[in-house]
């Protein structure tokens, strides 16, 4: 029999996303609301997962993960465990394959966990992910991870990183005017944050929907000094409310903080060199209005 978590994706989301904490904590991050298999009884029922490790320390580490499934849902994974040294600073994202039970019911969701510990010092910290099988609609994306630079100061423009995805339709009927809305779980901002998609056929896909991700600096208050993860939820409005209520897949975000601009480079070359001293003296005297 399988059982359905008494976690929700929400309370997951709420433990995940918080990411590498203030003062250089280590940490981790799992892919959560991936679909497993979004129609019943099809003939694989697996699900990709990304497992991102951090070492925000400033010397370099090593470390073992252990994905594991403790509310006994019936998950099992590929590969299970394994073995990453990081420098200070680094973090790995680790891709894996989550594999669900024969007979995953529609609307059912499954918890599982990371497990990791640091060498030397027996440091253990952990994260939680899941998976769910409620839509006929999958959500396909060609990286595991979306790195977006965070800038270093409020007054810079954030970049913005644009996100390629598909959408399948593996259900037994055709769509027509859905709308999948981009929901932001974190410090990030979306734009669109709602795709109206064209009509699919069965089994047929869109392979090319778009749109931008950018940290948003202010919402934190203040640069961080490590990267930070969150995630961006795929949902559908099931009730025509004009609000996204069903998740069908999602994505990881990590927001890289850049350099500060270096101070006295007044070419914006990169460098401090006689050049930039050879613009200050012409301009030396000069009368700003």
Request: charged fraction near 15%; include cysteine; charge should be negative.
């Given at each position: ?12 989301g709420?433990?995940t996303?918080a990411?590498?904490a ?5 940490s ?11 129609v ?9 997962g990304?497992?991102?490790i ?9 470390f073992?993960w252990?994905?594991s499934?403790p ?6 994974f ?8 990081l ?6 994202d ?7 039970p ?14 990791v ?14 998976v769910?099988?409620?839509?006929d ?21 954030a ?19 859905v ?16 795709l ?47 609000v996204?209520?069903q998740v ?31 613009i200050?003296i012409?301009a030396?005297g000069?009368?700003?209005?």
């Amino acid at each position: 029999m399988i059982l359905t978590s008494v976690l929700t994706a929400g309370a997951i989301g709420a433990a995940t996303l918080a990411g590498p904490a203030g003062g250089g904590s280590n940490s981790c991050h799992l892919t959560w609301d991936k679909q497993c298999c979004p129609v019943p009884g099809c003939d694989v029922s697996v699900a990709p997962g990304v497992l991102t490790i951090c070492n925000n320390k400033s010397q370099g580490a090593e470390f073992t993960w252990v994905l594991s499934d403790p509310f006994g849902m019936g998950l099992t994974f590929q590969p299970s465990n394994g073995f990453t040294g990081l420098a200070p600073g680094e973090c790995i994202d680790l891709p894996f394959t989550i594999i669900c039970p024969p007979g995953f019911p529609a609307g059912a969701v499954a918890d599982y966990e990371a497990t990791v510990t640091k060498l030397g010092t027996n440091e253990v910290f952990g994260c939680f992910g899941s998976v769910r099988n409620d839509s006929d609609l999958k959500i396909g994306n060609p990286v595991p991870v979306v790195e977006v630079g965070i800038p270093a100061s409020p007054l810079l423009p954030a970049p913005r990183t644009n996100v390629r995805m598909s959408v399948d339709n593996l259900g037994s009927s055709g769509k027509d005017g859905v709308s999948l809305y981009i929901v932001p779980m974190g410090g990030f901002s979306v734009s669109p944050s709602v795709l109206l998609l064209p009509p699919i056929v069965q089994g047929a896909s869109i392979s090319d929907c778009r749109y931008d991700v950018f940290f948003d600096i202010l919402l934190r208050g203040g640069p961080p000094q490590q990267q930070v993860m969150g995630d961006i939820l795929y949902m559908l409005d099931t009730d025509g409310d004009n609000v996204g209520d069903q998740v069908i897949g999602s994505q990881t975000v990590r927001g890289v903080p850049q350099a500060a601009p270096c101070p006295g480079d007044i070419n914006n070359d990169g460098v401090v060199d006689t050049a930039d001293l050879g613009i200050l003296i012409g301009a030396f005297g000069t009368m700003c209005f």
